[in-house]
């Protein structure tokens, strides 16, 4: 197999991987949570999760797929561009790694409100009142660290922007577009944090800065052609394997 081919079909599997990331995130977020959580009102988040709990579980499955996708993700794209700068590649795969690590805490406390509700736990000590709000305090625990994450979203599509626009296998401009999507999750992260009221009106307002770079890519990585740059000596550019 050529090394333009062997481009190509990592760029292939690539793009797929984050076509389900890009389903099932979403789904996930928007969908499953909000069918769940009611905010500020323990009692009735209670109620639908105990009232549903097969379906509960899958949006905590799904979100752990996703997760597993976006770490899968972030080694074929090092595998994709290490010898374009192999440093970005691998800053790129760090911060996925620190992303997927704080999501599957997150996950972790979205498990909690299973425990706590369960007739027949040892928790029945407690009043169900307060298992109820104690699961409420757990979604809301995930939630926050859901918000650090979102910084780590952004910061990945900095090296992963920077990779593009140095490898010429693709537009420039869609790795403009990436380091603006990467800085937009940034600012999202940090309006979520230190002013949370604002929160989601960047989120609102940011939504196409970081959406469209993100889809634009997946599509490029799964119907375009790679144009592998040649070195003057007429060997393809990634032949050139770096230290």
């Not at 209670?46 to 996708?69: C, K, M, N, T």
């Not at 700068?85 to 996950?107: F, H, K, N, T, Y």
């Amino acid at each position: 197999m050529s090394i333009s081919t062997s481009l190509q079909t990592t760029a292939r599997q690539a793009g797929g991987v984050y076509l389900l990331i890009l389903v099932l995130a979403p789904l996930n977020e928007f969908f499953l949570k909000a069918r769940f959580v009611v905010k500020g009102d323990a009692a009735t988040t209670a109620q639908r999760i105990a009232a549903e709990p097969l379906l509960y579980r899958l949006g905590i499955f799904s979100d752990f797929v996703s997760h597993v996708a976006f770490l899968c993700l972030a080694l074929l794209l090092y595998h994709l561009f290490r010898d374009v700068a192999r440093p970005l590649a691998r800053g790129l795969v760090a911060l996925v790694a620190m992303s997927v690590a704080i999501g599957m805490i997150a996950l972790v406390c979205r498990l909690a409100p299973l425990i706590l509700l369960d007739p027949a736990s040892f928790l029945s000590v407690f009043s169900a009142a307060e298992r109820a709000a104690l699961a409420l305090f757990f979604l809301r625990l995930g939630s926050a660290a859901t918000v650090l994450a979102t910084f780590f979203w952004g910061f990945w599509l900095l090296p992963f922007g920077s990779l593009v626009i140095k490898s010429r296998f693709y537009p420039k401009l869609l790795g403009l577009l990436l380091i603006v999507g990467g800085v937009t999750y940034a600012v999202l992260g940090f309006a979520n944090l230190v002013f949370p009221a604002y929160g989601p009106v960047v989120f609102k307002f940011g939504m196409p800065f970081y959406a469209i770079g993100e889809v634009a890519i997946i599509f490029w990585l799964l119907f375009a052609t790679a144009r592998v740059p040649e070195t003057p000596a007429g060997l393809p550019a990634a032949a050139v394997r770096a230290d």
